[in-house]
Structures are given as C-alpha cells and as structure tokens.
C-alpha cells in the first residue's frame, strides 16, 4: 500500500483551510474541545462520525479514502 490517510489530521486541517475554530466545531459536533483535539490525534474514526464531520465541514471525507484506495489498487496492479 502507498500511503495511509490519517484522518485526524486530515479533518484538523480541512477545519483550519475553512477559517473555522476548534470551539466553532465542538459546537456544531456536540462534544467539547478536549474530544476533538483526542480525534485530532487519532488516524482513525467511526464512519458515523465521520459522516457527521463530513456534513458539518462541507468534505467528502469518503472521497479522499476512495482515491486512496483506487490509487492502491493501481500501484498493487503494476507490480
């Protein structure tokens, strides 16, 4: 496998490129920000949350996870 997505890190960043706060999406999550900095750090998720980050951030977290596989596969096929 190429590469792996971390997706803590993935949706950090996607909250920082929009202007968006920590505290501004501990909000809309439900959660305070001490959960969020503990998924930050993780390098993954349930896909419930998942969907709900997704909603929330206006990002297709799934996408990026579906070109990393079809990527994959790629470079699987090539060896």
Not at 1 to 12: A, Q, V
Not at 21 to 38: D, P
Request: contains cysteine.
């Amino acid at each position: 496998m190429k590469e792996e997505i971390h997706i803590g890190k993935l949706i950090r960043r996607t909250l920082k490129d929009d202007g968006h706060t920590v505290t501004w999406l501990a909000r809309q999550m439900g959660c305070n920000r001490s959960r969020l900095y503990h998924i930050f750090k993780s390098p993954d998720i349930d896909t419930e949350k998942l969907r709900k980050f997704a909603e929330i951030l206006h990002h297709n977290f799934f996408a990026d996870y579906s070109a990393l596989f079809a990527e994959n596969q790629s470079v699987a096929t090539e060896v």
